[in-house]
């Protein structure tokens, strides 16, 4: 019963291949279903060139529906957005989010302050930071997502490793496990991470096995930002997870299934 549940379309900008692509490319791997997950809309000061547009929303949403009709019966398809938590843009996220019946929303960080810091373009900003203080400021925010109420998951909860900074220690991460843990969210079990410099998962073998004490489930996602991502190395994600006690879900009118 493998869902991929992160997955994009062109319409963030960044990403290539329709749904109906991604849908039978999910086929093509054996998933039981999918749920689109593209960057949602947010102000338009924010992020602007790597995201839908306001008015791109509903087209996003007919894109989804169509792929639905188109497999039905033969792929579980479901509709949901990756959300950002950015202080202040709460009440705007809040508004797009009342707009559908969404499956399953996605809460992530992309930015700390005016930074960017999971772009190629800014990676070398790192070498002017104090790598525990990026991430203790990085699991501020990502708690703040966590208590916010507005999200099902967190979105690749160790990020700022991506280019290979690692977490200098393992507790900077607690209160943001201990928040999803309270609020009864998951994490998104990322496999975009293979594909990146730091060649592993989100969240890190370690984090996992924190999050699994405290009885936190997770999402599956391959992060696709193009079809024959759909899936990437899911075996292999379940496999570590089942060695490590984790429970996988995914999300259905914002309900754990």
């Not at 549940?5 to 999918?34: V, W």
């Not at 689109?36 to 790597?50: G, I, L, R, S, V």
């Not at 999402?219 to 899936?231: F, Q």
């Given at each position: ?208 096995t924190e999050a699994v004490k405290r009885g936190i489930p997770f999402v599956l996602g391959s992060d696709a930002h193009k079809p024959s991502e759909v899936g990437h190395r899911f075996a292999e994600a379940v496999r570590d997870l089942e060695g490590m006690g984790g429970r996988v879900v995914s999300f259905k009118g914002r309900q754990q299934v």
């Amino acid at each position: 019963m493998l869902f991929d549940s992160h997955m994009h379309t062109p319409l963030c900008k960044h990403a290539s291949g329709t749904p109906m692509e991604y849908a039978q490319a999910a086929l093509e791997a054996g998933l039981t279903g999918i749920t689109f997950t593209d960057h949602m809309p947010m102000p338009e000061w924010y992020d602007a060139p790597w995201r839908m547009h306001l008015s791109e929303l509903d087209r996003y949403v007919e894109w989804v529906q169509e792929a639905q009709q188109a497999f039905a019966g033969k792929l579980d398809i479901r509709l949901g957005l990756e959300g950002d938590y950015h202080p202040g843009t709460t009440r705007f996220v809040e508004k797009v989010l009342q707009r559908y019946p969404w499956d399953y929303v996605i809460g992530s960080i992309h930015y700390l302050g005016a930074w960017g810091f999971d772009n190629p373009e800014f990676a070398s900003e790192y070498d002017n930071r104090d790598l525990r203080e990026l991430y203790q400021q990085y699991y501020q925010l990502t708690t703040q997502a966590a208590q916010s109420g507005l999200f099902d998951s967190i979105g690749h909860l160790d990020l700022p490793k991506k280019f290979r900074h690692i977490q200098p220690d393992l507790t900077l991460a607690f209160e943001t496990l201990d928040a999803v843990a309270a609020t009864g969210m998951a994490l998104d079990y990322n496999t975009a991470g293979y594909r990146k410099p730091i060649q592993e998962a989100y969240p890190s073998h370690d984090l996992v096995t924190e999050a699994v004490k405290r009885g936190i489930p997770f999402v599956l996602g391959s992060d696709a930002h193009k079809p024959s991502e759909v899936g990437h190395r899911f075996a292999e994600a379940v496999r570590d997870l089942e060695g490590m006690g984790g429970r996988v879900v995914s999300f259905k009118g914002r309900q754990q299934v």
